[in-house]
């Protein structure tokens, strides 16, 4: 079991200004970070591995589709930016050094039709998470495709169809990311859930109702790790949380209000949460 933070709380895009941060996470305890891969330069990606590499930090990396890059557009030119914007950063996975490639990229983050998901989107979703999955077994990442909820998008909201997806993707290197915020708002039974779609979990993010400190929600967090130690799951634990530091992004989570006293705090009660739950299941 590895613990992560995902750095979405601080920044969008890893510098070398950030790289004081990445030792302090090291000093609390986490054994890596989520990068997020919205843009980058190969130089840039290098530098950071270095810097990782030097700290002992291991490292997953987190993207979203666009509009113009939709894997489930109706247009077929789409598609394919879509399959080469997903290569792309599977690139940066591997120049960086990160084990998974994780978010919602079955479909444009924020774009909703009024309607819920077609046959042909279904597929189109399939045919691109192929293409990139084979794409990315040969640079040794994994992709973890991640539902979100309904207020979000409309294409992937529960675990049970993310579980279908990837087993319909058919790749040993494709899988799909358990969200606990995510959960809590579409799931009947969490539990269950884990328990019943557990085969396509191959990434977890840690993250409470309200975008904030893990453990001071009301996320039933005993029988979500009871259930993740009990289905075999080793990998990734990564806190998600969302502040007030990025106002483009604070917009897109609609994270309006303070939510913790300071980015610190999510990470220490965070961490221990996880070691305590893991260790207790």
């Known amino acids: 079991m ?7 709380l601080w920044t969008a895009g890893v510098t070398e200004e950030h790289f004081p941060l990445l030792g302090r996470l090291r000093e609390i305890g986490f054994d890596g970070v989520e990068l997020p891969l919205f843009d980058a330069t190969e130089s840039g990606l290098k530098q950071t591995a270095r810097e990782l590499d030097n700290l ?7 993207c979203v589709c666009t509009p113009e890059a939709n894997p489930i557009s109706d247009d077929a030119a789409i598609r394919a930016a879509a399959v080469t914007h997903l290569k792309q950063r599977v690139d940066w996975c591997a120049l960086v050094g990160a084990e998974v490639l994780c978010g919602p990229f079955h479909s444009a983050l924020g774009l ?3 309607r819920g998901r077609t046959d042909d989107e279904w597929k189109w979703c ?6 990139v999955a084979d794409h990315a077994a040969t640079a040794g990442v994994l992709l973890s495709v991640e539902p979100l909820n309904r207020f979000e998008v409309y294409f992937l909201n529960t675990m049970a169809d993310a579980n279908q997806l ?12 358990y969200d606990s915020f995510h959960a809590n708002i579409e799931e009947e039974d969490i539990a269950a859930s884990i328990r019943d779609n557990a ?6 993010h840690i993250s409470e109702n309200h975008r904030g400190v893990p453990g001071r929600g009301h996320i039933h967090w005993e029988p979500t790790f009871r259930e993740l ?29 303070d939510l913790f006293p300071t980015e610190e705090t999510v990470a220490t009660e965070g961490l221990a949460l996880m070691r305590r739950g893991m260790g207790r299941a």
Do not use: Q
């Open 126 to 131: 399939v045919d691109v998470l192929r293409e």
């Open 229 to 257: 130690r009990a289905c075999g799951y080793d990998g990734w634990l990564v806190i998600e949380a969302f502040g007030r530091a990025l106002p483009e992004l604070a917009a897109a989570t609609c994270v309006w209000r």
């Open 112 to 114: 909703r039709t009024g």
């Open 199 to 204: 085969a396509g979990i191959n990434h977890v």
């Open 166 to 177: 990837v087993h319909e993707v058919g790749r040993a290197g494709c899988g799909y990311l």
């Open 2 to 8: 590895k613990f992560g933070m995902n750095l979405l």
């Open 56 to 62: 002992g930090l291991g490292r997953t990396a987190v």
